[in-house]
C-alpha cells in the first residue's frame, strides 16, 4: 500500500522559497509522481510531475523556471523547491503517485493518480 506524507509549506513573502517534502512508502515499482495545487474555490491543477524511474521531469507553464521537482531514491522522498515565490502560488499541495502507464505529465488527469498524500499550505503574502 502507497503512503504519502508531505512537509514543508508554511508562509512566505513574495520571492521568497520553500521546499516541500513527500515521505513515500510502498513505492518499489516505476510510478509517476508529482505534485499539485488546489487553491480556494479553484480546480486542484498539476504542478509538476516526474517519472520515478527515468527521473524525467514536466512542469506546468506557470511554474517553470521557478520549480524544480526531484527525487532521492534512497530516502523514498520526493520534493518541490519553490522559488520566486508569487502570491498566487498560494494553495494546499498535494504530493500525488500514479501508474506510469499513461504520459507523466502535468496536464494528466487528476484522476488518473490513485495516491494522495493529506496535503501541506502554501502561503505567500506580497
Known amino acids: 500500500q502507497v503512503q504519502l506524507v508531505e512537509s514543508g509549506g508554511g508562509s512566505v513573502q513574495a520571492g521568497g522559497s520553500l521546499r516541500l517534502s513527500c515521505a513515500a512508502s510502498?513505492?518499489?515499482?516505476?510510478?509517476?509522481m508529482g505534485w499539485f495545487r488546489q487553491a480556494p474555490g479553484k480546480e486542484r491543477e498539476g504542478v509538476a510531475t516526474?517519472?520515478?524511474?527515468?527521473?524525467?521531469?514536466d512542469y506546468a507553464d506557470s511554474v517553470k523556471g521557478r520549480f524544480t521537482i526531484y527525487q532521492d531514491s534512497a530516502k523514498n522522498t520526493l520534493y518541490l523547491q519553490l522559488n520566486s515565490l508569487k502570491p498566487e502560488d498560494t494553495a494546499m499541495y498535494y504530493c500525488?503517485?500514479?501508474?506510469?502507464?499513461?504520459?507523466?505529465?502535468?496536464?494528466?488527469?487528476?484522476?488518473?493518480?490513485?495516491?494522495w498524500g493529506q496535503g501541506t499550505q502554501v502561503t505567500v503574502s506580497s
Open positions: 516526474i517519472d520515478t524511474a527515468t527521473g524525467s521531469a
Open positions: 500525488a503517485a500514479g501508474s506510469a502507464f499513461w504520459r507523466c505529465a502535468p496536464n494528466r488527469p487528476v484522476a488518473t493518480f490513485s495516491y
Open positions: 510502498g513505492v518499489y515499482s516505476r510510478y509517476c
